[in-house]
Every structure is written in C-alpha cells, then in structure tokens.
C-alpha cells in the first residue's frame, strides 16, 4: 500500500523491547491495525486502535498513534524468539478499505 | 472452528490458461476481500465485497475478476493469467460495523509460467 509507510527490518535482541514504526497519509481513517504475519500462514490480528485514541495497551503490546503526525507505533516488550514474524500496519479509511504498509521482517536474535 | 478456506494453496499454471482461487467463510461475514502479496510491496487490495451481488475494485483489479452470488463465497477468477500474476494471494473476511477486524485465509501460492 503506498499509503502507509514502514520500515522493512528490525534485529532485536531476546529481551529487549522491539518498537515498530508505521505512518500512514489519510487523516479520516476510523481504524488502525497491526496484523502478525508467521512464515508460511496468513495474516493474524494483533491489536487495533481508534482514532479517537492514543495509546491502547494490549499484555506485552502497547500502541501508539500520534494522529497530529499520522503516526502509528507498535511496541512489544521482552521481545521472545516467537515474536520474529512479519508485522503489517493498516488503516481503515470511510469507505471500508483497508490500506497495508509492506510488511516489517522483525528478526529476533539470542 | 471459525474460518476462511482457500483452494487451492499452491499452483503453477501457464499463460492463458483461466483459472479460479475459491474462496469459502462459515463465519456469515458480509465483507470479503482479496488481496495479493508481493516482497517489498505488502498486501494490496484486488477486489472487495461488501455483500451479496456488491463487489468493488480495490488498488489492482486488473486481469481478475470476482463474484458473490452468496453471502459465503468470494472466488477470484483470473481469464487469462500473465507472469506478472505470479503472487500469494490471500482472501479475508469480516463483519460490517465496530473495528471490521479481517480474518485471513491461509494463502495461495500461484506461479504463473
């Protein structure tokens, strides 16, 4: 999707806190989402947030959006070797369209 | 179990030959949609439904075609398939209203020689 916007890669150490960062260009999406995608399976919900709201906090998920920027961040504490996948933000604009970014490899590391 | 079910998972075709990617949810979803994954370009919309006999484009509907005759099925037809159809591709469904949260299928792989 060429409207939102995120890095391809993160290395992260077991452990350590993993931050994804997303930014995405239509002002009036109602929804924003991160999907988990693991080798070899489709896409899997992992939390969503309203527009109205900043930040949304989900176990070792914390969410954040800065609607002023139009950015969305994903942050996962004590990063696990299960957590290496491929996360994608997405917005839900008026309309029911769902516009995804490319995808961020995150690569959890011993 | 609550779920979307494509078929087939993987293909490998030739040019020209039609195909059809089915595309089943038990879980009474008014929208469906298909999307295909490309490395570096994330997922893009193809085609969408947001009922019975309703469909829309999405971001790349050229070469596919979609129906929705009944309220559990969305396949993707491809008439002619071309190279650059080479891709995986994934149909989802949701509910309308509240966070519309997609369930996805589990992919097909289609190789287009």
């Known amino acids: 999707g060429e409207d939102v916007e995120q890095s391809l890669f993160l290395s992260v150490r077991e452990g350590d806190s993993s931050v994804i960062n997303c930014t995405y260009t239509?002002?009036?999406?109602?929804?924003l989402y991160w999907y988990k995608q693991e080798p070899g399976a489709g896409l899997q919900l992992l939390t969503y947030?309203?527009?109205?709201?900043d930040m949304k906090q989900d176990q070792r998920l914390t969410v954040l959006l800065n609607k002023k920027d139009k950015h969305l961040s994903l942050r996962i504490a004590d990063t696990q070797t299960g957590d290496s996948a491929i996360y994608f933000c997405?917005?839900?604009?008026?309309?029911?369209?769902?516009?995804f970014g490319a995808g961020t490899t995150v690569t959890v590391r011993a | 179990e609550a779920q979307v079910t494509q078929n087939p998972r993987y293909l490998i075709t030739v040019t020209g030959k039609k195909l059809t990617v089915t595309c089943s949810q038990n879980?009474?979803?008014?929208?469906m949609s298909w999307y295909r994954q490309d490395p570096g370009l994330g997922l893009r919309q193809i085609y969408y439904?947001?009922?019975?006999?309703?469909?829309d484009k999405g971001d790349v509907p050229e070469g596919y075609k979609v129906s929705r005759k009944e309220k559990r099925n969305f396949p993707l037809i491809l008439e002619s398939p071309s190279p650059n159809q080479t891709s995986l591709y994934f149909c989802?469904?949701?509910?309308?209203?509240?966070?519309?949260?997609?369930?996805f299928g589990a992919g097909s792989r289609l190789t287009v020689l």
């Open positions: 989802a469904s949701s509910p309308i209203g509240g966070a519309n949260v997609l369930t």
């Open positions: 239509d002002s009036s999406s109602t929804y």
């Open positions: 947030i309203f527009s109205n709201m």
């Open positions: 997405a917005e839900r604009r008026n309309d029911y369209k769902l516009s």
């Open positions: 879980m009474n979803h008014e929208y």
């Open positions: 439904s947001m009922n019975v006999e309703v469909t």
